[in-house]
């Protein structure tokens, strides 16, 4: 079952059972109301019934005594009879039956009073014993049927009331309440069955899903997969499916880690001491110390020299982006004076920019900053190289400093070609150039941003690029002053 399924039948059970006995005790008030009905009704009729007697009485004792007291007595009596009739009427007007016996014995007690009337009437002025005995048989005629027809009434308002007698009342109530609190009971119990099993199953089901993430974790074999069609075997599937493609994913991660570290051993190795004895042979051959070259030679030996010098290069971009890469790299943190790294950043490429004959302005500065001084000069060195490549002869690079409370801003500023739109936020990514012949003209190797932007970064700065195509670049970063300074 779905667990929304599960959840319905954790409600409806307990509805279903309330619902019954909602309708049981509406049953019971039902008829405890309609058993109180009745006996308003009965007590109402006997009260009528009583008072008829107490009115023949009292006007018996007249006929009899002549006194004014059981005269009177007989008058009220004839007032609450009136008041009575009118209650009873009240009570069973829903029922035309019942409310045609009613009028029928008032239209009998009406006649018995009136015949009492002429009897009381005949006893003041000394009528005869023949029309009192007359009168008094009358009286008793209509007591008669006035008693049978009361009978009668209450007769049919109980059977159709289906009111039973008071030992078959008192049973049926005793029977419906040992029903109410063993379907009560039983609402109870299955509920918190219900309640208790499913919580049960769905914490153990939970608990095998936690222990399967810890097992992701630590690398161990997952627990089978859970049966069922709910959420959490879906739920389980999906994780298993999951965590077998996070282990592919780590197999092919660490073949690719195995490939890179094996890839870097051999330029370290197998690439850089063979460069580096090429490159003392052609420096030894650049200074004639095998001999007088001619001009064809000398052209050789100097493509030959700065072609390695590009491999070399190549070589040592990618182990240091190998090592900033890795989890092992970290900057050496102290108090770095800005100007005395822009001083070393622009002697580490006077010769490059003396040979295209492009001048260097830098700024005149006091500011210090917490930073990694020789990571710092890196990325100077490498931003003014950069520019320098693709400055024209005889222009000018300028380096500015743009300072602020938490950071500060260095800018190198050249008068080159510039940098597409399109290309301003890919040339910091590894192996991107601006032009694709930048490599074999220029000799870069697409990694110098690259490695600036990780040691930017690694600094908790940022860095970027303002350039108009065709009107010159502007390379900026920006270091936060110290550690505890916000980000860039």
């Known amino acids: 079952m779905k667990l929304w399924q599960k959840e319905m039948l954790l409600i409806s059970l307990p509805l279903i059972f309330s619902l019954v006995l909602a309708y049981l005790l509406f049953q019971a008030d039902r008829e405890s109301d309609r058993e109180l009905h009745v006996r308003s009704i009965t007590s109402t009729i006997s009260r009528i019934e009583t008072l008829n007697m107490e009115a ?81 048989e009358q009286l008793e005629g209509l007591i008669s049927e006035t008693h049978k027809e009361i009978d009668q009434l209450v007769a049919d308002v109980k059977s159709q009331s289906n009111i039973s007698s008071s030992e078959e009342t008192q049973s049926s109530r005793t029977q419906k309440r040992f029903v109410l609190y063993a379907l009560l009971i039983v609402n109870t119990l299955l509920t918190i069955g219900v309640a208790a099993f499913n919580a049960r199953s769905t914490a153990a089901r939970l608990q095998v899903m936690i222990d399967n993430t810890l097992r992701v974790a630590s690398g161990k074999q997952l627990n089978p997969r859970l049966q069922g069609k709910d959420e959490l075997a879906e739920l389980d599937r999906v994780f298993h499916s999951m965590a077998a493609a996070l282990e592919e994913s780590d197999q092919k991660r660490i073949a690719v880690e195995k490939m890179k570290r094996e890839f870097m051993a051999m330029v370290s190795h197998d690439l850089k001491t063979p460069l580096s004895s090429l490159l003392g042979t052609l420096g030894l051959l650049s200074a004639e110390a095998f001999g007088p070259l001619d001009e064809k030679g000398k052209s050789m030996v100097d493509k030959s020299q700065k072609q390695a010098k590009r491999l070399m290069n190549l070589a040592n971009d990618l182990m240091l982006l190998e090592k900033l890469e890795s989890d092992s790299f970290s900057i050496q943190l102290g108090i770095v004076s800005i100007a005395d790294v822009i001083s070393e950043s622009v002697e580490a490429v006077r010769a490059a920019a003396s040979e295209r004959h492009i001048a260097i302005e830098t700024p005149q500065s006091s500011e210090q900053l917490t930073a990694d001084r020789e990571r710092l000069i890196q990325v100077i060195a490498n931003l003014l190289s950069n520019a320098i490549k693709f400055s024209p002869v005889g222009s000018t690079i300028s380096i500015s400093i743009i300072p602020n409370e938490d950071w500060l801003e260095i800018r190198v500023s050249d008068e ?12 910091f990514e590894k192996f991107i150039q601006v032009e694709t012949s930048d490599q074999s003209e220029k000799g870069g190797t697409g990694l110098g941003l690259p490695i600036c932007k990780m040691i930017v970064e690694s600094h908790r700065g940022s860095i970027g690029v303002k350039s108009v195509e065709g009107a010159g670049s502007s390379f900026w970063f920006r270091i936060p002053r110290s550690i505890d300074s916000p980000s860039c």
């Open 56 to 136: 023949v009485a009292a006007i018996t004792a007249f006929t009899r005594t002549k006194t004014p007291d059981a005269l009177r007595k007989f008058q009220q009596i004839d007032v609450e009879l009136t008041a009575e009739f009118k209650n009873a009427k009240d009570l069973i007007s829903n029922d035309p039956n019942e409310l045609h016996a009613l009028e029928h014995i008032q239209l009998l007690e009406n006649r018995l009073f009136r015949i009492a009337d002429d009897t009381a009437l005949s006893s003041k002025e000394e009528g005869t014993i023949l029309q009192l005995i007359g009168m008094r």
């Open 416 to 427: 080159g070609r510039g940098v597409p739109p399109s290309k301003q936020e890919l040339i």
